[in-house]
Structures are given as structure tokens and as C-alpha cells.
């Protein structure tokens, strides 16, 4: 009896017995915690990511955005990259790699990380740190390792990607799925200074690739490969304004050489001795020299010795050349150096032009009603109402109006099909470039209250300043600049058909005013009449 009582509980206990998994570990968490993030984002869909995400700096399609997590109480974040078509901004699929359709390979405003594997949407995880990028190599191969499963279950192709070593040296390692079998695997360095010379070169560039991959076969040989490869040369001409500086290293050296230099450099003109500003202001030129960019597109090649003659290869035979100015930011490295400068106002001009897509008026900019619009305008700033109004006073003060003579007296506004330099349009736009900080909501309160008094010009029948009324419209301006012609054209004839019309009223007004004078005249003269003839009437009488 007590065998089989012993025998009852021990099943007893083996059927009421269970194993306890809901104490995960930390490998397990971390995990979960990316798992759930990466399907948020594929949940939320294209359209919902767009109101979050942000624009990439210097990038017109890329977006970017991010979340926190922690693991073993160290801080980290995700950050997804992805890439948008502004013509086709709706669905929610996703696609991991770039083809031939979708984007140019060399497009500029590309993440480097597109630029270097060729892919279109990605991860990057990283912690948040002073440097940014993971050490320890076991750690960064945890995190890649993590992400893979996390994708993996989410069903999702995406690369991701961890910034390993020291952070000026862009090295990356990645992973990403293939639905298959197989796992691509990306690594990427870069070499600042002492390259080896065999890595200047593209034969050692191929076997320094073929190094890195591992064959499966045990054979002494290894098998034919062909590589597809894009390359890029480019040739850039001598930076103007460095002549001194080339004159002053080099003037110990050699006299003969530094007075040639310095004849030919004082002897040079400046850029802008043609333009208006040239005789009170000397402009630094924002354009320092030029680019040639020449791309050769998907070459394929079996051996070095293919590479060593592709080198040699004459730049006449690329696929695509670019000429690209150098401009004041190339130079410095950075729009920071020079904040106010005329080149940098540029920058930040053609910034705003790129972000103007995303609203479809220009009042959407100035309310930023739609969260899509405030996500991109919230760091825009908008000068105080005092500053507007001065603006607009120096734009609508009274004056003279403009001859044609006097707006046409430069010669490259037709050239580039732009307005004249006293025009109305032109002090507008260059009043736009120092409102505020150039930003997208900054122009748009602008131009919405110069639109405003435009109308008031008209309703008013006020001249518009700064803008000839001939009676002429020249074609050769741009656009706008020809419908204020054509407003202020407007504006005279009407006002001149007032004023006809007004002396028409008073001539009416006169000769009726002439006409009722000379009504109440003739009564008048008829009851004169009647006492004078009463007068002698009684007169008679009296002598009688």
C-alpha cells in the first residue's frame, strides 16, 4: 500500500509539474525588444512612417527614424533608413535591396552605406555613447546576431549594420537574410592615411576582395568568379583663391618663380567686377573650381589581369559624365564655417526648395496644420513681426516708379531667365535669403504677406514699386516677374479709365450745376420785372 501511495504521488507530481519560461533572459529581451520594433515599423506602413521619420541632411528621398531600447542596462538605439519615391508615396511593402530601376547608383544624397552595398532600406544599431560605435568585437557580433533573429522573424530582408573601431574610420559590419539558406554578410573600412600602394591600385583592390571570401571547395584552385563593379573618377581643376597661399609656401623656395605669381595674381579681375556691388563690395566667389566626374556602370571582370587593364582605361569610354562646381562649403568641409555667407545661403535656399514637396501651398507651411508638414518645420525659425514689416516696408515704400531703361540695364537676368536687378521680385528674393535662416516656413510667412500687399496695390489702384508701367511685358524674365508686369500694366490702365471716367462725372456734374443757375436766374429777373412795372404803374397814378 505504501508502495503504490508512493507510486500515485510520484505521478501526481509528474503530471502537475511544468516548466517555468516566463523569466527570459537578457539575450532573450533583447530580442523581443528589436522584434517589436522592427514590426511596428513594418505595421505603421509607408505613409505612417512619413510623419515621423525625418528628412536625412542632404538627401531629397531618404528618411530616418528611431527608437530606444536598453540591454543589461546599457542604452541603444535602432535607426531606420529608408528610401521614398515622392511620385509613389503610398503601400507599405518594403524592399530591401536597390536595382537598376529604382535608383541611380551614384546619385548624390545617398547614405554612404547605399553608396558602399548597394541597398535601399536599412538598419543601423548602435548605443548611445559619446563615440557612438561598438568596441568590443563579441558585443557587436551579439547585436548583428540579435537583429538577424529579430528580422528573421518578422519575416523582413532588411540590412542591418553596427559602426565598430574608432568612428572616423566609417567601419561597419552587417548581416542580412535571405529567405534562404543563405546570409549576406557586409564589412566595410576605410583607410585615412599611409593606403599601402597595392590598394591604390584596382588589381589589388579585386584580390583584396577575393581574400575575403571563403570557398566551399577543398580544391588547390579556386573557382572562376565574376565581379560586378561600379567605379567613379573624379578630376577636379585648381581651387581659385589659394594662389597666395601657394605663393607664400613656396616664395623661400624660389624668387623668380613668386613674382611670376605675383603679377599673374594681382593681375587677375575679380569674379564679380561686372556686378553692381563691385564698386562699394568685394563678394568672395562661392564658386571655387570645378568637378569632372566621369562613372563607368556594372563592369564585370574574372581575373587581376582584367583589372590591371580596365585602369588604363580611357576616360572617354564612362558611361556618364557630371561637371559639378566646387563651391565655399566643398572647401571648408562644413556650411558651419560661414554661416552668413552668400554660398551658404544658397545651401540652404536649394534645402528649402527640397522640402517644399512635402506640402502642396504654401500656406501649408505657414499654419503646419498637417503633422507630416510640423515634423519637418519644427527646428524652423520665423523672424519676430517687427522684422516683417520692415521688410515689407523697404519692399512697398513709395517712390518713383522703375523706367524700362533702368531695369534692364544688367545683362545676365535674361542669360538665366531671371528678373531685373531693381525689380520688385528681385529685392523680395534677396530679402528671402536673410529672413529668418532661409528655412521653408520663414519664405512662406514672407511671400504669403508679400502677395498680400500686392492685392492691396490692386484693390487700391496703387503703383507697384519698384516695377515699370510701359505697358510692355518682357518675355525674357521669369514668370513671376512677368505677372507683376502684367499687374502693374493692369493696375495703370485701370486707374487711367478711373480718372477718365471720374472727369467725365464732372464735367456732367458742371454743366448741370450751370444749368440750375441759370433756372433760378430767369425767376429771378421775371419778378424784377414785375415790381419795376408795379413801380411806375403807381407812379402814374399818383401824378394823376
Not at 599601402?196 to 570557398?215: C, D, N, Q, R, T
Request: charged share 25%; glycine share 4%; with cysteine.
Amino acid at each position: 500500500m505504501a508502495s503504490s501511495s508512493v507510486r500515485e504521488e510520484a505521478a501526481g507530481d509528474e503530471v502537475e509539474g511544468f516548466n517555468d519560461f516566463t523569466t527570459a533572459s537578457a539575450w532573450e529581451r533583447l530580442i523581443s525588444n528589436i522584434e517589436r520594433i522592427c514590426r511596428k515599423w513594418l505595421a505603421d506602413g509607408l505613409k505612417n512612417l512619413l510623419v515621423q521619420a525625418e528628412i536625412v541632411k542632404g538627401s531629397r528621398n531618404l528618411r530616418h527614424i528611431t527608437a530606444d531600447f536598453t540591454y543589461e542596462t546599457k542604452p541603444y538605439y535602432l535607426e531606420y533608413f529608408f528610401q521614398v519615391d515622392n511620385s509613389k508615396v503610398h503601400g507599405s511593402k518594403f524592399e530591401g535591396n536597390i536595382t537598376s530601376g529604382d535608383i541611380d547608383q551614384w546619385k548624390d544624397g545617398l547614405h554612404f552605406l547605399q553608396l558602399w552595398f548597394g541597398i535601399k532600406d536599412f538598419l543601423i544599431i548602435a548605443p548611445q555613447s559619446m563615440s557612438g560605435v561598438v568596441l568590443d568585437a563579441p558585443e557587436a557580433t551579439k547585436l548583428l546576431s540579435a537583429v538577424a533573429i529579430a528580422l528573421s522573424n518578422c519575416n523582413s530582408i532588411w540590412s542591418a549594420f553596427v559602426p565598430v573601431h574608432d568612428p572616423t574610420r566609417k567601419a561597419y559590419k552587417g548581416i542580412q537574410n535571405m529567405h534562404t539558406t543563405l546570409t549576406r554578410r557586409f564589412e566595410a573600412d576605410r583607410i585615412g592615411s599611409q593606403v599601402p600602394v597595392k590598394l591604390m591600385h584596382l588589381e589589388g583592390l579585386y584580390e583584396l576582395f577575393m581574400s575575403k571570401l571563403a570557398f566551399a571547395s577543398s580544391d588547390s584552385f579556386a573557382p572562376i568568379v565574376q565581379v560586378h563593379y561600379t567605379m567613379r573618377l573624379t578630376y577636379r581643376t585648381h581651387i581659385s583663391g589659394h594662389e597666395l597661399e601657394h605663393h607664400e609656401e613656396n616664395e623661400s623656395r624660389s624668387t623668380e618663380s613668386s613674382v611670376s605669381i605675383e603679377s599673374d595674381l594681382f593681375n587677375n579681375r575679380q569674379w564679380d567686377d561686372d556686378f553692381p556691388w563691385s564698386e562699394w563690395y568685394s563678394a568672395e566667389d562661392p564658386v571655387k573650381g570645378f568637378e569632372l566626374i566621369t562613372i563607368w556602370l556594372d563592369k564585370v571582370v574574372e581575373s587581376s589581369v582584367e583589372m590591371a587593364e580596365f585602369e588604363n582605361a580611357s576616360v572617354l569610354e564612362a558611361d556618364k559624365w557630371f561637371l559639378v562646381p566646387i563651391t565655399i562649403m566643398d572647401v571648408n568641409n562644413s556650411i558651419q564655417n560661414s554661416p552668413v555667407g552668400f554660398a551658404s545661403r544658397l545651401c540652404a535656399l536649394v534645402e528649402a526648395f527640397c522640402i517644399s514637396f512635402e506640402g502642396q501651398f504654401v500656406e501649408d507651411f505657414v499654419t503646419a496644420e498637417n503633422p507630416r508638414i510640423q515634423s519637418v518645420t519644427a527646428s524652423a525659425v520665423v523672424p519676430p513681426p517687427t522684422v516683417l514689416d520692415r521688410v515689407l516696408k523697404d519692399l512697398f515704400h513709395e517712390g518713383p516708379p522703375k523706367t524700362k531703361s533702368s531695369l534692364n540695364g544688367h545683362k545676365y537676368t535674361r542669360n538665366i531667365k531671371g528678373a531685373p536687378l531693381e525689380s520688385l521680385f528681385t529685392q523680395f528674393s534677396l530679402h528671402s535669403l536673410w529672413f529668418g535662416s532661409c528655412n521653408i516656413r520663414a519664405i512662406s510667412v514672407l511671400w504669403v504677406e508679400f502677395v498680400r500687399e500686392v492685392r492691396w496695390c490692386w484693390e487700391e489702384l496703387q503703383p507697384l514699386p519698384m516695377m515699370s508701367n510701359d505697358g510692355t511685358i518682357d518675355l525674357s524674365c521669369c514668370l513671376v516677374h512677368q505677372k507683376l508686369q502684367m499687374l502693374a500694366v493692369c493696375i495703370n490702365k485701370k486707374t487711367m479709365a478711373h480718372k477718365k471716367h471720374g472727369k467725365r462725372n464732372n464735367d456732367k456734374d458742371s454743366d448741370q450745376r450751370e444749368a440750375e443757375k441759370q433756372v433760378e436766374i430767369k425767376p429771378l429777373e421775371r419778378n424784377a420785372a414785375r415790381k419795376d412795372n408795379s413801380h411806375d404803374i403807381l407812379h402814374k397814378e399818383r401824378g394823376r
